[in-house]
């Protein structure tokens, strides 16, 4: 810290004006730095733009010796300690990304007693070397920045936080605060327990954000759904749109210009120039939208971000909640509009069922899948759920923000639309020892004679024609939410689809399904890229 005088409270708030130039402390920000200054151990619950980083930048400023950070994001810590510098703050990282001799130059500041702040990757702290610097220095609180990580039911584990239980062992005297934006009960429960921070208070902030509005629509055209969406509610704002591979990023930036509205595109298959270009112009410049992967946005602070939107579907709530959350971080009213369908739940599903990683880690990404599905096809208020999901209680007459509230969707029996398509692919793995994707099932239940089912003899089957009643359209509603509650599943590269455990039940009608109406409007062809 800056001065080795007697802490009192508004050395505190003294710190928060002369140092960040700030009038007063936000939320619980002022109970949790007195509590950390005063020595206690801390965990901190607060969503993203909650204002975190005060919470241990000015304990390590008004106690004695260094606040040591624990930070995953190596990417940010340069920038973190620049702007710390021109706060006249004097901090420090160290990292991969140094050499030797920066390296050097940082310790020695260290045990020099001259620095306020050091930003540590979690990795350097299970190098004895690093523990026996710090050991060496004078420690005023160890911070540890997205204590989720330790978690390995989250969705975001990094196997070396598991370490950091050794800090309160090996320092028991120095304070602990540990934080995230991320933080289920269950998560926050491991937290404490893998951290070893039993005795921490624990400041929970809320989790609802009442100026964004959310809302979910069905996926049909999604580059049109989008443009109709920026030309009717925010002609000339600055936002974000998400899409999940680089292709549609480049695609999308390139489609919104054409249209007269200003995009570029931002992924990690950009150079390192073009990617610091693009975010500096997004942060400088009124109205600019970024079409981006996930890789933008961690440390983004632009306060008047008027819509997140995304193109393709988050693999969790929490991941949802966070880019969401980069929005109206000035507390005027946005937007978080997401479009959602069929294609998007198969194509998860293959990810998890393909992708790297044993079966356990599988479960886990299919739950986290599963919790985002269920926000999706919820009949309920969106914050609601989101609420709950983090382990806050919502306003049960709703929120009156969300399209759920706003239009609240109509549900219809779908039992036997569900037990038509379960049959039709029953009828296809029977009769035919054949499995095929939801755009071929779905031709069978309309009895579309197209190429594909002349070649396979698929209007021989007995199912052929039997679901005429419904539209392609409502179909692919039917599948989509099928695949997310579980009674449907998805197989193979190709995403065929193949019953579940629980899909019998329906078959054998012990069990009904309702469904989430679809939407009159008639879907876009299955050419179309909504697929
Ligand atoms: P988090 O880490 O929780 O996402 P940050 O610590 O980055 O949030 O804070 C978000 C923004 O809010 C930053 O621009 C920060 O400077 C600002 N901020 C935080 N606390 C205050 C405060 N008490 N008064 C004014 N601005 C604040
Ligand atoms: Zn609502």
Redo the contacts with the bound molecule.
Sequence with gaps: GITDMPVTESEALAT?SRV?G?????GE?EAIIEHVVAGGDALVL?????????CYQIPSLVRPGTGVVVSPLIALMQDQVDALRALGVRAGFINSTQDFDERRVVEAEFLAGELDLLYLAPERLRLEATRDLLSRGKIAVFAVDEAHCVSQWGHDFRPDYLALSMLGERWPDVPRIALT?TATRATHEEITQRLGLPGARHFVASFDRPNIQYRIVPKTDPKKQLLAFLRQEHEGDAGIVYCLSRNSVERTAEFLTRNGIEAVPYHAGLDAGTRAAHQSRFLREDGLVVVATIAFGMGI?K?DVRFVAHLDLPKSVEGYYQETGRAG?DGLPSTAWMAYGLGDVVQQRKLIQSGEGDEAFRRRAAAHLDAMLALCETVDCRRGRLLAYFGQDPDPAGCGNCDTCLTPPETWDGTVAAQKALSAVVRLQRERGQKFGAGQIIDILLGKRTAKVIQFDHDQLSVFGIGEELTEGEWRGVVRQLLAQGLLAVEGEYGTLVLTDTSPSVLRREREVPLRKEPKKPAAARSGSAT
């Design positions: 928060l960040f700030y009038e007063a402390f936000r920000q607060m969503p993203t733009g909650g204002g975190k980083s005060l934006a602070d306060p971080r």
